[in-house]
């Protein structure tokens, strides 16, 4: 078989291979989906005494900034916490929605492929609904990913490459995911912020699939996948200082300057970022977008040990 027939026939496989994924997740969408509108009881008043995530997930857990807080302090922290990662949440999702509009815009949209990207555009969508929709429960700010985060998103949602792309949306929506299945499972929780999390982590199974397939697809170069590594490197990085908002620690009488530095030095809440990372660094590992360039950039995130 000549380069060129090998070449078509991999093209051909590739091809048929996104298909049958497509038809796979869209017949799953139709089967379970959920309007948030009507799925969450937003009409219930928040539960005395309970957390919004588990305590030990808190970016101040264990410091000594932890102990002096009463422990209705720290449930107030922890919805403080939840709104500030939602409101990243949006906003990833609503880069993510002009990312896909883009890989749709240019391929055929009576391609199962195509229908699949235009479905996950309408799960986010309801997502980023449902998300600001509990901020408001929460009667907490909308603290969004801070300027700088917010102005590059402006950037990176008009000019991310496939690997950028799937690579970006991977990270957010895996870490997101094992943040979320502990939340939805742990009983003790406010069961509006568990109803929540299992509406996501259901429809969001379906988009990681999307994206782990898409990265896997692409064959990058050894000069290319430097590239794209750095890349990686730096959208991991600043999503993951985006998550908690130095903000919230005001809500507790904690200055936010030394809320923040109490967090980047928590040894505890990095063991969590690296926990919650650990999967999803796995996959981009195998995509060949973890490597010398960018590990540097994952051990300050705080999602890669520092001997790994
Ligand atoms: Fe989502
Ligand atoms: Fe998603």
Redesign the pocket.
């Known amino acids: 078989m000549s380069v060129i027939q090998r070449s078509r026939t991999g093209a051909d496989r590739q091809v048929r291979d996104r298909q049958r994924t497509a038809e796979r997740l869209l017949a799953s969408s139709a089967k379970l989906s959920f309007d948030p509108l009507k799925d969450v009881d937003w009409s219930a008043a928040p539960l005395p005494g309970r957390y919004y995530c588990p305590p030990r997930h808190l970016s101040l857990y264990g410091t000594e900034l932890w102990e002096r807080l009463t422990e209705e302090q720290r449930i107030e922290l922890s919805k403080h916490e939840v709104a500030s990662i939602a409101g990243v949440?949006i906003w990833f999702?609503e880069i993510l929605m002009q990312m896909l509009l883009r890989h749709a815009f240019d391929r055929d949209p009576t391609t199962a492929h195509v229908q699949y990207a235009l479905t996950e555009i309408a799960?986010?969508c309801r997502?980023s609904v449902m998300f600001a929709r509990m901020i408001s429960w929460m009667g907490v700010p909308a603290y969004g990913p801070g300027r700088l985060s917010h102005e590059l998103g402006r950037i990176f949602k008009a000019t991310s490459t496939h690997s950028q792309t799937f690579g970006g949306t991977m990270y957010v929506e895996e870490i997101l995911d094992a943040f979320q299945r502990e939340l939805m499972n742990d009983e003790s929780l406010q069961p509006l912020t568990r109803q929540v999390s299992r509406i996501?982590v259901i429809?969001?199974s379906r988009?990681i699939s999307y994206a782990r397939e898409e990265l896997q697809r692409v064959h990058l170069g050894p000069v290319r996948r430097r590239w794209e590594q750095l890349f990686i490197g730096l959208i991991v990085l600043r999503t993951t200082k985006s998550l908690i908002n130095p903000r919230v620690y005001a809500a507790v009488g904690i200055d936010p300057r030394v809320g923040r530095e109490a967090a980047r030095t928590n040894p505890h809440w990095r063991a969590v970022k690296t926990e919650l990372a650990s999967k999803v660094i796995g996959v981009l590992d195998q995509a060949g977008l973890v490597g010398r360039t960018n590990r540097w950039l994952l051990r300050r995130a705080g999602v890669l040990a520092a001997a790994a």
């Open positions: 949440g999702e799960d986010e997502h996501h429809e969001e988009h």
